[in-house]
C-alpha cells in the first residue's frame, strides 16, 4: 500500500518559519512530480509548490521567495521549508505526488495525496 504522510506543522507567530516534510512508503518503482497543496476552510484548494523528479521546481506567484520546495530522492522524501509566514497562509497543507507503484505485474502510475498537516500561522 503506497502512502504519503506529512509532518511539520504546528501554530507559529507571523514571521516565523516552518519546515513541511511528506515521506512516500511502500512498494514504489518510480515517483515523479511531488507538490505541496493548501486549503483554508471554506476555501479552493490551491498548489502552493512543485517538483519534478529532476529537481526543477514551479511555485504559485504569491509564494515565490518565501517558500522553497525540495526533495531527497533517496528518502522518497519532499519538503517544503516556509519563511516569513503570514496569517493568511494558514491552512491545511497537503502532500500530493504521482506514483508507479511496484508489483509483479503490470501496476499503472497514480497520483496519491497524504491526509494533510495543519499550519496555523497568528497576529
Known amino acids: 500500500q503506497v502512502q504519503l504522510v506529512e509532518s511539520g506543522g504546528g501554530s507559529v507567530e507571523a514571521g516565523g518559519s516552518l519546515r513541511l516534510s511528506c515521506s512516500a512508503s511502500?512498494?514504489?518503482?518510480?515517483?515523479?512530480?511531488m507538490g505541496w497543496y493548501r486549503q483554508a476552510p471554506g476555501n479552493q484548494r490551491e498548489m502552493v509548490a512543485q517538483?519534478?523528479?529532476?529537481?526543477?521546481?514551479n511555485y504559485a506567484e504569491s509564494m515565490k521567495g518565501r517558500f522553497t520546495i525540495s526533495r531527497d530522492n533517496a528518502k522518497n522524501t519532499v519538503y517544503l521549508q516556509m519563511n516569513s509566514l503570514k496569517a493568511e497562509d494558514t491552512a491545511a497543507y497537503y502532500c500530493n505526488a504521482d506514483i508507479e507503484p511496484s508489483c509483479p505485474f503490470v501496476c499503472p502510475a497514480d497520483n496519491y495525496w497524504g491526509r494533510g498537516t495543519q499550519v496555523t500561522v497568528s497576529s
Open positions: 511502500g512498494r514504489i518503482r518510480r515517483i515523479g512530480t
Open positions: 517538483i519534478t523528479a529532476g529537481g526543477s521546481a
